[in-house]
């Protein structure tokens, strides 16, 4: 039998400015196997913080938060690493445009994500990063 001790849970950063939603997509990731939301952040300052203090595996990004962006959490991770961390990143947004996914693409995003639609594409990719995650460990 595998000890599951063994591997740390994957760490998950949830930034999202909708309460109900945020503990809602929290509660959904709180229940695969492996997976720790150790933040949820509603704005771009609360964010950075989280990714200072929390240094996550995974940063999950609404782009339109209640103040600043999605996109300024994305600047700030690419320029500095050091400060923030590598987190893989997702966009789980309602602004799913071709042209916002460019700049999130331009950003290194890693997915992005419609939330209209792709809720389970969303939990399915999280999954996807805990075993990648596990196999380095």
Do not use: W
Request: aromatic share 4%.
């Amino acid at each position: 039998m595998m000890a599951h001790t063994t591997c740390p849970p994957l760490k998950v950063l949830l930034i999202e400015d909708s309460p109900l939603l945020g503990s809602l997509l929290g509660a959904m990731l709180e229940e695969l196997e492996g997976v720790a939301v150790v933040a949820v952040a509603g704005d771009e300052a609360e964010a950075l913080q989280a990714l200072q203090e929390r240094r996550p595996d995974l940063a999950i990004v609404d782009l339109n938060l209640r103040e600043g962006s999605g996109l300024g959490v994305l600047r700030a991770l690419r320029a500095k690493p050091e400060r923030y961390g590598r987190p893989a990143t997702a966009v789980f947004t309602n602004h799913a445009h071709a042209h916002l996914r460019e700049r999130c693409r331009a950003l290194g995003v890693d997915r992005f994500f419609d939330k209209a639609l792709e809720m389970d594409a969303l939990l399915d990719y999280v999954e996807a990063v805990r075993r990648a995650s596990m196999e380095t460990h």
